[in-house]
C-alpha cells in the first residue's frame, strides 16, 4: 500500500489508506491492548487524533473511549491546549491542608482574564468521589488536581479540545447502554422480553428528556430512589450509576443538584449515625 510522509509521521491520505493502515496497527503488539485486533477502534482513534492535531501513534497513546464517551489523557490535553497559538500561560497545584485540600488551574488566553477552576475534597464528596477504591484512594491530591485542569481547559480552550473530556474524568461517568436500532422495521421481530427490575431504583436511561417535561417529577423520582437505598454504600452506588444523569440535569438546574447533592451526603451520614447506633 501507498503512505504519504507528512513531516515524520506515517498518515494514510485515502479512506482506503487509512483502513489499511489501521489493519497493520491493529495486528501489532505496541499498541495499547484495547486497541489490538480491533481495527474499527484504531479508525476512529487516528480520526478523533487528526481532529485535536495528534499524529497516529500519539491519537493511539493518548485516545480512548471509557465507559462510552471519547477521551484524551489529561497530560496530552494540556498539552494540547499549550501549544494553542492564544495558549499565554498554564498554572496548577493543590493547596489547603488536610479536609480544606483544593485542585486548582488557572488559564490565561491571549487578549482575556486568567480563569481559574478549583476542585475541592468537599466537591469530590459531594460527587460521591472521595474515597472511590482506584485513583482517588491511591492519588486524592493528584486526582483533584486533575479535575480542576480538565475543568479550566475545557472551559477557555474548547476549540483545541475539540468536545473531548479528559480519561480521567471519563473514567469516574458510568458506562452508557448501547442503543440499538432495528434497520428493517418491516420484518417480523420477536416480542422482547419483560425487563428484570435492576438492581438499583434508576432515575431513568434518558435522565435529560426527563427532566425537561418535568424537573420537580425528575426530583421527587431522585429522592424516592434515594429514600430507599439502606446503606451508603448503596446509596454510592445508586448515585455513581446515575452520574451521568446528575450531569445533565446540572446543566439546566444547578441549584436543584447541588440540593440533591447535599441531600445525599446528609443521608449517608445519618446511615451512619444509625448504624454506629445500632452497634452499640
Not at 89 to 102: F, K, M, T, W, Y
Not at 125 to 152: C, N
Not at 253 to 263: G, K, T
Request: net charge negative.
Amino acid at each position: 500500500m501507498s503512505m504519504t510522509l507528512h513531516k515524520t509521521a506515517l498518515e494514510p491520505a485515502t479512506l482506503s489508506e487509512a483502513m489499511r493502515f489501521a489493519d497493520v496497527l491493529a495486528g501489532s503488539t505496541m499498541v495499547p491492548r484495547d486497541f489490538q485486533g480491533k481495527p474499527a477502534n484504531v479508525l476512529v482513534a487516528l480520526q478523533w487524533g487528526r481532529e485535536v492535531g495528534l499524529g497516529p501513534l500519539q491519537a493511539l497513546q493518548n485516545i480512548a473511549v471509557i465507559n462510552g464517551r471519547p477521551s484524551i489523557w489529561g497530560d496530552s490535553a494540556i498539552a494540547l491546549v499549550r501549544a494553542h497559538p492564544d495558549c499565554a500561560s498554564i498554572q496548577e497545584g493543590v493547596d489547603g491542608e488536610g479536609e480544606a485540600r483544593h485542585g486548582w488551574c488557572e488559564v490565561t488566553r491571549r487578549g482575556e482574564k486568567p480563569q481559574r477552576r478549583t476542585f475541592s475534597i468537599a466537591d469530590a464528596k459531594r460527587a460521591l468521589l472521595w474515597g472511590k477504591s482506584g485513583p482517588w484512594t491511591q492519588y486524592p491530591d493528584r486526582m483533584l488536581q486533575m479535575r480542576a485542569r480538565s475543568f479550566a481547559i475545557r472551559d477557555v480552550f474548547p476549540d483545541a479540545l475539540r468536545g473531548l473530556i479528559t480519561g480521567e474524568e471519563a473514567q469516574d461517568l458510568p458506562a452508557e447502554p448501547r442503543r440499538v436500532e432495528n434497520l428493517a422495521p418491516s420484518a417480523p421481530v420477536a416480542p422482547a422480553p419483560e425487563p428484570e427490575a435492576p438492581a438499583l431504583p434508576l432515575i431513568g436511561p434518558d435522565a435529560k428528556e426527563y427532566f425537561i417535561r418535568s424537573p420537580a417529577a425528575w426530583q421527587k423520582a431522585a429522592l424516592k430512589a434515594m429514600g430507599a437505598m439502606e446503606s451508603p454504600e448503596a446509596l454510592r452506588e445508586w448515585a455513581n450509576a446515575n452520574a451521568a444523569a446528575f450531569e445533565a440535569v446540572e446543566m439546566h438546574h444547578p441549584a436543584m443538584v447541588e440540593e440533591m447533592r447535599a441531600a445525599i451526603t446528609d443521608r449517608v451520614a445519618e446511615m451512619a449515625e444509625q448504624s454506629e447506633g445500632t452497634s452499640e
